[in-house]
């Protein structure tokens, strides 16, 4: 998880120097919640992920112990 939100800082670091947008804190958590599913579930193709996206946001400590 904590790559996903590096990542986003970076990009959102970014968007605030070349872009002059506002940093949004909730916003940045959010996508990086989003990218870390999408990394999870895209990653384990071979393998059926059992969970939505809402159960990831809800408790992904969980879902990822499911992959094991």
């Known amino acids: 998880m904590w790559v996903a939100i590096v990542w986003e800082f970076w990009h959102y670091r970014n968007k605030v120097m070349f ?28 393998v059926m992920v059992i969970f939505s996206m809402s159960d990831w946001f809800l408790n992904p400590k969980s879902c990822l112990k499911s992959q094991v």
């Open 19 to 46: 872009k002059n947008e506002i940093v949004d804190n909730e916003e940045i958590f959010y996508l990086a919640q989003i990218k870390r599913w999408s990394w999870t579930k895209f990653r384990n193709l071979g």
